[in-house]
């Protein structure tokens, strides 16, 4: 497996691998890249091979179609995983990685041996979608468009794009819709990850992915927003991370870390 572009599903998809040892396939957040996941894994973990893909439209990959939709993305990955010759794996999933993940567990169980969902939904309840009808390229400050510079490779155009897709997602319904019956085929060992204060995604979010996947774990980070993992909280997330991964199957329930 290597670093660097894929043609994938009509796109270049930027894939950047690091260590050796068992796949861990790291999706990040929307408006996020790559890049993001080194404030969490400075260095891959011994034993571990990382592999973080730039979703379609972000960072250094392309997206001709102009829409992204986490259905999409979770073809786009399982693709790449396949170019790369990657069978089955474990994963971690931001938020939009989150969303995006949920598709792929749901699609192809089978591959996916163990997941930490952090932020994800299984749909966009009323308070994201006034929050994502408040983002608009006219209202987006210069801290942001620095911000936003830095990460996404193809400039202004790329960026404004983004920021449009994600006005978009205000009147999207089908595309983030799981069911209870649709969570339950998901196979996969899974940590659910959710921050007490999330303006995005309220804590009965959490707690229906929790109810829905089965044998899975609830993590729910206190006084934390969405992806409450960066910062003072990384180095904890990072060690949880660690512990769940290498444990077997255990009681279902919310754990305090």
Known sequence: ???GLHSINGTQMYCEVRGEGVP???????????????????L???GVCLIAPDLRGHGRS?????????????????????????????????????????HMATRRPERVRAMILVSATTHFPD??????????IENRSDEEWASMRRSH??????????????????????????????????TARTLIVHGEKDPLYPRAIADELAGGIEGSKLWIVPGGGHVPIFGETSAK?????????????????EIVL
């Open 1 to 3: 497996m290597n670093t």
């Open 127 to 136: 308070a994201a979608r006034a929050l994502m009808g408040r983002v608009t």
């Open 153 to 186: 490779k193809f400039g202004d155009v790329q960026i404004r794009a983004l920021w449009r897709q994600a006005n978009a997602f205000r009147d999207s319904y089908d595309d983030m819709n799981f069911t209870p019956t649709m969570l339950a085929r998901i």
């Open 237 to 253: 997330f990072r060690e949880a991370a660690a512990a769940f991964f290498a444990a077997p199957a255990g009681r279902t329930g």
């Open 44 to 46: 891959p973990p011994e």
């Open 62 to 102: 392309t997206n001709p179609a102009g829409v992204f939709t986490h259905r999409q993305a979770a073809s786009d990955v399982l693709a790449l995983l396949d170019s790369l010759g990657v069978g089955t794996f474990e994963a971690i999933g931001l938020s939009a990685g989150g969303n995006t993940l949920l």
């Open 24 to 42: 861990r396939l790291l999706l990040h957040g929307f408006t996020g890249s790559s890049q993001d996941w080194k404030l969490i894994y400075p």
